[in-house]
């Protein structure tokens, strides 16, 4: 774009460029004629009005007014310029015949004209008067001295010495106009690359603006780092879920920013890695000293065309959603209270009952057997009544932080499954499998998900606990070949009370699910009547907010 327009100009340029500018000739005619006028008056026969050298003069200095009524473009024709200059030698030749010129230094216009052919046209131009001006001189000698040899000074020197000057000068005119031209042309590329210039630079800021006012306009926060951990661009909903302003942080290393550690630590992780990390939720101090829960979305960027390397994180705040989640669940368990009291009165009744019926007994049986037996009774109702009392105070507890620790959920599942009898029970997969968790609710979690597979199962009974790990998660896959799940009660599991059991609480699976939404982790069930059930309990490999626990 620019180097075609900077060759249209240039044409132009070079298409309106005459050798002379029309009043440019004119005013060295002007002088020419002057100077021939002088010459002429301080002859030896001088000026005389009305005499045939005074006509010459007056035609002269008419040509020159009559030029000034041509059109400017005509004299961009070298025939035009080299007619004028042809009508200027035979003027001039005139004038020096009609004055005797010859008698004196008259002689010298020849130079001057042929100095000004030469600055008005190239050698082609200047060569051809210098011709005719010596053929006129040369006539001029022979018809006031028609012996004058060819030796003579007069000739031998003067006339060459015309052509000289004519070489001279259009050599010195030709150089002038060829670094006019340049001079023109760097400087019609320098305009344009100017034009080019300002029109990128208004272009620029016109993306920088409008890539300002997108930024700024989305909901989410928005959040660019470079590879050294400098912030770059940070829109005002990333600032103000970061508690601060976008100017205080723009240009500074989020590293010396208290609180921020997790935010970095995962923007470090999708730049080394140059893979996208999605749907993370982790916690910040804000520069209140405030916790914040943020849902968080990283991806690299590496751009070797413009050498940045870093990412973009999208922020949002989870305070509000998380205190809503709270406020629901609270809402769940309590809208069970009514059928838990049913379910109590029930439950309870039938222990108590025992407990009461052996305890009235007891006062009155002297039969060391009966008081055995009778005791047995009373201890296993106790324990009935406190089964249920810790499930339905386990699961009635309201959420609170706990002080997680690393825990190796292999050996913690060898310790679960050694004294179990009866059932086979096969741990593979991967040999580490270490996260941060408390280890008496997990223990709770697996307990429950092992028991219930145990009592689904008849005929060689089999569990095959498997680990395995992805680039966010902890899969513990559980697989049973009990009878499975009904598609109706599956839909059912995780509802508080809803039991096959004919002794159970209904809450195993529900605590199990509090237990794993607490560590921030999924818990899937998949299954089949007659093809067994695959449980999967998905828990974070790095946890930057601990966890909770029931």
């Given at each position: 774009m620019g180097t075609v327009s900077v060759s249209l100009q240039f044409g132009e340029l070079k298409k309106k460029?005459?050798?002379?500018?029309?009043?440019?000739?004119?005013?060295?005619?002007?002088?020419?004629?002057?100077?021939?006028?002088?010459?002429?008056?301080?002859s030896d026969r001088g000026l005389n009005f009305a005499s045939p050298g005074y006509a010459v003069a007056l035609a002269y200095f008419l040509s020159n007014l009559a030029l000034y009524f041509v059109p400017e473009i005509k004299f961009s024709r070298p025939i035009l310029t080299f007619a004028i200059f042809l009508t200027d030698v035979f003027a001039i030749s005139m004038a020096i015949y009609l004055t005797q010129g010859l008698q004196t230094d008259f002689y010298l216009i020849y130079f001057l004209i042929i100095f000004i052919a030469s600055v008005g046209q190239d050698i082609r131009g200047s060569i051809p008067i210098a011709i005719v001006a010596s053929i006129f001189y040369a006539w001029l000698l022979h018809r006031t001295s028609p012996g004058l040899s060819i030796m003579d000074s007069a000739i031998l020197i003067k006339v060459p010495f015309l052509f000289i000057v004519s070489l001279i000068s259009s050599y010195w005119s030709t150089a002038i106009r060829r670094e006019v031209r340049e001079k023109s042309k760097f400087e019609a590329i320098a305009r344009n690359l100017e034009d080019e210039i300002a029109r990128i630079t208004d272009k620029e800021s016109e993306?920088?603006?409008?890539?300002?006012?997108?930024?700024?306009?989305?909901?989410?926060?928005?959040?660019?780092?470079?590879?050294?951990?400098?912030?770059?661009?940070?829109?005002?909903?990333?600032?103000?879920?970061?508690?601060?302003?976008?100017?205080?942080?723009?240009?500074?290393?989020?590293?010396?920013?208290?609180?921020?550690?997790?935010?970095?630590?995962?923007?470090?992780?999708?730049?080394?890695?140059?893979?996208?990390l999605e749907r993370l939720q982790i916690s910040i101090t804000n520069s209140h000293?405030?916790?914040?829960?943020?849902?968080?979305?990283?991806?690299?960027?590496?751009?070797?065309?413009?050498?940045?390397?870093?990412?973009?994180?999208?922020?949002?705040?989870?305070?509000?959603?998380?205190?809503?989640?709270?406020?629901?669940?609270?809402?769940?368990?309590?809208?069970?209270?009514?059928?838990?009291?049913?379910?109590?009165?029930?439950?309870?009744?039938?222990?108590?009952?025992?407990?009461?019926?052996?305890?009235?007994?007891?006062?009155?049986?002297?039969?060391?057997?009966?008081?055995?037996?009778?005791?047995?009774?009373?201890?296993?109702?106790?324990?009935?009544?406190?089964?249920?009392?810790?499930?339905?105070?386990?699961?009635?507890?309201?959420?609170?932080?706990?002080?997680?620790?690393?825990?190796?959920?292999?050996?913690?599942?060898?310790?679960?499954?050694?004294?179990?009898?009866?059932?086979?029970?096969?741990?593979?997969?991967?040999?580490s499998a270490t996260i941060k968790g408390e280890e008496e609710s997990l223990k709770s979690l697996f307990t429950n998900i092992i028991n219930n597979?145990?009592?689904?199962?008849?005929?060689?009974?089999?569990?095959?606990?498997?680990?395995?790990?992805?680039?966010?998660?902890?899969?513990?896959?559980?697989?049973?070949?009990?009878?499975?799940?009904?598609?109706?009660?599956?839909?059912k599991l995780f509802t508080p009370f809803f039991?096959?059991?004919?002794?159970?609480?209904?809450?195993?699976?529900?605590?199990?699910?509090?237990?794993?939404?607490d560590h921030k982790g999924k818990l899937e069930i998949k299954s089949e009547e007659g093809e067994g059930t695959i449980c999967r309990v998905y828990l974070p490999l790095e946890n930057g907010q601990g966890c909770t626990a029931p």
């Open positions: 460029e005459s050798p002379l500018h029309k009043r440019t000739i004119l005013l060295l005619r002007f002088v020419l004629i002057l100077s021939t006028i002088l010459l002429m008056t301080y993306l920088r603006h409008y890539s300002e006012t997108v930024i700024n306009s989305v909901t989410s926060g928005v959040i660019v780092v470079k590879e050294d951990g400098v912030v770059t661009t940070i829109n005002p909903e990333a600032a103000r879920v970061l508690g601060t302003k976008q100017e205080t942080i723009t240009g500074k290393d989020i590293n010396s920013i208290p609180g921020l550690e997790a935010l970095w630590q995962r923007m470090q992780q999708s730049i080394h890695s140059g893979e996208p000293n405030e916790d914040t829960p943020i849902g968080l979305s990283v991806s690299p960027i590496n751009s070797p065309n413009t050498n940045f390397s870093g990412c973009v994180g999208i922020l949002r705040d989870l305070s509000d959603i998380k205190e809503l989640e709270d406020k629901l669940r609270h809402a769940e368990r309590l809208s069970y209270l009514g059928k838990m009291a049913t379910w109590v009165a029930h439950e309870i009744r039938n222990p108590l009952t025992a407990i009461d019926g052996f305890s009235q007994l007891l006062p009155h049986t002297r039969d060391m057997s009966k008081i055995e037996t009778f005791s047995k009774e009373i201890a296993r109702g106790t324990q009935r009544i406190n089964h249920i009392i810790e499930d339905i105070l386990t699961f009635a507890r309201a959420k609170t932080r706990v002080n997680a620790s690393n825990i190796d959920l292999r050996q913690l599942m060898t310790q679960i499954t050694e004294n179990i009898g009866g059932v086979r029970i096969f741990i593979n997969g991967e040999a597979s145990i009592d689904a199962m008849d005929k060689d009974p089999k569990i095959v606990i498997e680990f395995r790990k992805t680039r966010q998660w902890l899969v513990i896959e559980l697989r049973d070949n009990g009878k499975g799940i009904s598609p109706e009660n599956m839909q039991t096959t059991k004919s002794r159970g609480t209904g809450l195993g699976l529900a605590i199990a699910k509090k237990i794993v939404d």
